[in-house]
């Protein structure tokens, strides 16, 4: 293989790594609920969301370790990683908040997630194509989901409005990071394999706009927060503190298995 | 002792006889429906005397009864005398459009609201309560006990009730 198909290659597992990494953080986060969410619907509804992420991680992990070609399996790639060596954006692995920061969170990343997934469909790469479709119309749960408890608070009393407002405040630096290009994946967006991440971009301020300003929430005037999650592995310090709770039990007991 | 070995079966090594064993494969979660009533196996190849090849689709990607589905097919056409290779295809995606008429009515009699088609996902559609028919209901969660499940209330008999959401 030329070092060019090398680098290509490369690439391609980084962000298919990414995807399953943004997949399994916010599953991770949201699955964080259970048992402590403001009514029983949202209790089991944290637990669907969970679940339908940490599925969906779970094939694109697949994925990942065939690329990869070293016979790793799923499991490794989620539970055997160092935080510097996650591809997700830093947006996901921002802590739950109340239960209005947690909804703001979902709506931003899902218009952005569902919106690159649904353009995955159409990528010349068979596989990762086949998976995002499977995906695509789980998503859209979560997208209208997230965007009905997003109004349902905002439009509801003071201080629902104040918390999602608060929500956004705390959130909206982490959202430019997600239409940031990628030199390394240039080949890969000439190819049609993925998706340019700032193509995104206007869709996604569109929509978010018309939501804000339906719900009554003013649009934050936060500038970008540092941009190298998904790039570099340069994390906030939350992602470190998920990861011990999450990767403890294979950490400690390595190769255990149900 | 009472039955026949299974090779004795004059339909023994026939698609038509292996479709038959898969009908008698319930799903864990929604017992009253078979894997093929769900639409679960997608093909199925005989690929030798007593050899059988089979697609297999999971539903929801999180779905956690995915692993004990394709164990259940596995071991029922095992016992039926067979060995079985199983293969899980994602393309294209499992939806609930293909439930069969037998398992939406099955689904319905069970209590649970079968799938509306997924052209109607989402805003405006009107799902019948399984107990008395009303179509005077309220979503409650498109969120329920099982990925594939979302939650009713019937206005008119005040029962909550269980809808298999169209994906």
């Known amino acids: 293989m030329t070092q060019k198909a090398n680098d290509t290659k490369a690439a391609l597992l980084e962000y298919v790594l990414g995807v399953a990494d943004d997949s399994l953080i916010l599953g991770q986060r949201v699955s964080e609920w259970l048992g402590h969410a403001p009514a029983m619907e949202l209790d089991i509804a944290c637990s669907n969301l969970a679940l339908d992420l940490i599925g969906q991680a779970q094939l694109y992990y697949e994925y990942a370790a065939k690329l990869q070609g070293e016979g790793k399996s799923a499991d490794d790639l989620a539970f055997l990683r160092d935080g510097h060596h996650f591809?997700?954006?830093?947006?996901?692995?921002?802590?739950?908040?109340?239960?209005?920061?947690?909804?703001?969170?979902?709506?931003?990343?899902?218009?952005?997630?569902?919106?690159?997934?649904?353009?995955?469909?159409?990528?010349?790469?068979?596989?990762?194509?086949?998976?995002?479709?499977?995906?695509?119309?789980?998503?859209?749960?979560?997208?209208?989901?997230?965007?009905?408890?997003?109004?349902?608070?905002?439009?509801?009393?003071?201080?629902?409005?104040?918390?999602?407002?608060?929500g956004l405040?705390?959130?909206?630096?982490?959202?430019?990071?997600?239409?940031?290009?990628?030199?390394?994946?240039?080949?890969?967006?000439?190819?049609?394999?993925?998706?340019?991440?700032?193509?995104?971009?206007?869709?996604?301020?569109?929509?978010?706009?018309?939501?804000?300003?339906?719900?009554?929430?003013?649009?934050?005037?936060?500038?970008?927060?540092?941009?190298?999650?998904?790039?570099?592995?340069?994390?906030?310090?939350?992602?470190?503190?998920?990861?011990?709770?999450?990767?403890?039990?294979?950490?400690?007991?390595?190769?255990?298995?149900? | 002792m009472m039955t026949a070995s299974p090779q004795q079966d004059a339909a023994f090594g026939t698609e038509q006889h292996v479709w038959q064993v898969l009908e008698g494969v319930p799903d864990p979660e929604v017992p009253v429906l078979s894997v093929v009533d769900l639409g679960l196996v997608r093909s199925v190849e005989i690929a030798g005397d007593?050899?059988?090849?089979?697609?297999?689709?999971?539903?929801?990607?999180?779905?956690?009864?995915?692993?004990?589905?394709?164990?259940?097919?596995?071991?029922?056409?095992q016992d039926a005398g067979y060995t079985v290779e199983t293969a899980t295809v994602l393309s294209p995606p499992w939806t609930s459009d293909w439930m069969s008429e037998e398992g939406r009515r099955k689904l319905k009699e069970y209590g649970i609201a079968p799938p509306s088609p997924c052209g109607t996902r989402g805003a405006?559609?009107?799902?019948?309560?399984?107990?008395?028919?009303?179509?005077?209901?309220?979503?409650?969660?498109?969120?329920?006990?099982?990925?594939?499940?979302?939650?009713?209330?019937?206005?008119?008999?005040?029962?909550?009730?269980?809808?298999?959401?169209?994906?």
């Not at chain 1, 936060?222 to 310090?237: F, L, V, W, Y």
């Not at chain 2, 005077?136 to 298999?164: H, I, M, R």
Request: with cysteine; charged share 20%.
């Open chain 2, 124 to 167: 405006g559609m009107t799902i019948a309560c399984p107990q008395c028919g009303s179509e005077d209901t309220a979503l409650v969660s498109e969120f329920g006990s099982t990925a594939c499940k979302a939650l009713f209330k019937c206005n008119a008999c005040l029962e909550p009730f269980e809808y298999f959401k169209c994906i």
């Open chain 1, 87 to 166: 591809r997700n954006h830093l947006l996901v692995e921002q802590p739950n908040g109340d239960f209005g920061q947690t909804i703001v969170r979902h709506y931003l990343f899902m218009m952005f997630h569902l919106k690159r997934s649904e353009l995955l469909v159409g990528s010349d790469d068979k596989e990762l194509a086949a998976i995002a479709a499977k995906t695509v119309r789980e998503l859209e749960y979560h997208l209208r989901f997230s965007a009905d408890w997003f109004r349902r608070l905002a439009l509801g009393t003071d201080e629902g409005n104040r918390r999602i407002q608060d």
């Open chain 1, 169 to 258: 405040e705390n959130l909206w630096s982490f959202t430019f990071e997600m239409f940031k290009d990628v030199p390394a994946e240039t080949p890969l967006y000439e190819a049609g394999t993925v998706p340019r991440p700032s193509g995104i971009e206007a869709g996604w301020n569109a929509a978010v706009a018309d939501l804000l300003q339906e719900a009554d929430i003013s649009p934050s005037a936060r500038k970008a927060a540092p941009t190298k999650g998904r790039i570099a592995g340069h994390h906030t310090e939350h992602l470190g503190h998920l990861l011990a709770e999450m990767q403890f039990l294979q950490r400690a007991y390595p190769g255990l298995s149900w």
């Open chain 2, 50 to 77: 007593a050899a059988v090849k089979l697609e297999v689709t999971p539903t929801y990607s999180g779905c956690p009864a995915t692993s004990l589905i394709t164990a259940a097919i596995e071991l029922a056409l």
